[in-house]
């Protein structure tokens, strides 16, 4: 059984950085790729950004590429999502996912939830402006 736990979250300002982590457990961790999404109050889930197995190839959403950077360590079987210049439309609830398949490379298959079948909890991130 795989579990995701994200942390990191909390409530910020305007123009101020957050770095979310989510630490998975499970011994695949580093052979997956792993994706970060958002879901604010009444809208739906929005990819932001994904990650390959080994870190070298990345994809972003374009409402946060040159903002949010993803990253993993698979030493630490834990995918990160630094946030920088947040504003207050990133508020909501951040969500990190594995993708299902084993593709060592990125598709636009990975903007879509339907592509992962594991999630965690959540973390929210407020930002006030």
């Known amino acids: 059984q795989v579990q995701l736990v994200e942390s990191g979250g909390g409530l910020v300002q305007a123009g101020d950085s957050l770095r979310l982590s989510c630490a998975a457990s499970?011994?695949?961790?580093?052979?997956?790729?792993m994706g970060w999404f958002r879901q604010a109050p009444g809208k739906e889930r929005e990819f932001l950004a994904a990650?390959?197995?080994?870190?070298?190839?990345?994809s972003y959403a374009d409402s946060v590429k040159g903002r949010f950077t993803i990253s993993r360590d698979n030493a630490k079987n834990t995918v990160y999502l630094q946030m920088n210049s947040l504003k207050p439309e990133d508020t909501a609830v951040y969500y990190c996912?594995?993708?299902?398949?084993?593709?060592?490379?990125?598709?636009?298959?990975?903007?879509?939830?339907?592509?992962?079948?594991?999630w965690g909890q959540g973390t929210r991130v407020t930002v006030s402006s």
């Open positions: 996912a594995r993708a299902s398949n084993l593709s060592p490379t990125l598709s636009l298959s990975i903007h879509y939830t339907t592509s992962y079948d594991y």
């Open positions: 499970g011994r695949s961790f580093s052979i997956y790729t």
């Open positions: 990650i390959n197995w080994s870190g070298g190839s990345t």
